[in-house]
């Protein structure tokens, strides 16, 4: 029994040895703001950016205003960031600038806010608010800062998201189309083009817009017909003069060709239309 109540009491310090050295391991040491902060980036440096941000976060105990806190926000940013936290790295990018107005890195935080929403965001067929927030924060930045170096990345990156935003707004338009919603597939196939002229989606929705007024004026009443039709050729005639060297200018050539037969077909049947109109001293037309 006296064997056995050594042993208990032996593994009980070795368990309460245990539990201190590993309260120990994961304490925080640091004697004012600049050891935290030395020790944060070195965290950072081996990356490990979950202790390296408990180093940041500490330099605020000794007030925002003190020597560390703009170096220690902007990394404290920088750390969320490398952890694939984008949107609390925005966040802290953002509370960088409105606390250290006149630091020098303000316009880096503004490039670095703005980017990191264009890493949160998702594939095309998603919801696209981060891409839209990540563009006009890239476009704000270009303004505030036409000089700045990074300038050329973040238009390069303005117009990756915009091909982004097209395809979304050219699949939209397909959808319709193929469900022969010809109104919506119409409508989407001109946003399409009238928002991203400049992207490589463009002729594509020109094209969309030819083939889906074409159907949508065979489906509607006489009366819009004349109009639909004419629609379809001026998209023809768009398509022709900005991009003279798509191939789909080739595609869209016999679109054109039909919707000019049928506009003319419409407009003969119009004016027979008056014509008997005329020439009945009743007024009515049988």
Known sequence: MRTRSVFVSLLGLLLVAGLVGCSGGNRMSHSGPEEAYNKGMAEYEDEDYEDAIRYFRAVFNYGRGNEWAPDAQFQ??????????????????????????????????????????????????????????????????IDRHPNHELVSDAESKIAELREKLA???????????????????????????????DTRWADDALLGAVRSYVQYADRSVESSQAERYQQAIDYYARLEQLFPDSPLVEEAKPLRNEAQRKLERVREEEEGSQSLAQDDPSGDVR
């Open 76 to 141: 404290l940013a920088m750390a969320h960031r490398e952890r694939g936290q984008y949107l609390v790295a925005a966040n802290e990018f953002q509370r960088f600038q409105q606390l250290y107005r006149t630091d020098e890195r303000v316009p880096r935080a503004q490039y670095e806010r703005a980017r990191a929403y264009y890493l949160q965001s998702p594939a095309y067929h998603l919801d696209q608010s981060h891409s839209e927030q990540a563009i006009s924060l890239f476009q704000l930045f």
């Open 167 to 197: 395809h979304k707004k050219y699949d939209a338009a397909e959808m319709y189309e193929q469900r022969r919603m010809w109104r919506a597939a119409t409508r989407t196939y001109e946003r399409a083009f009238d928002q991203y002229p």
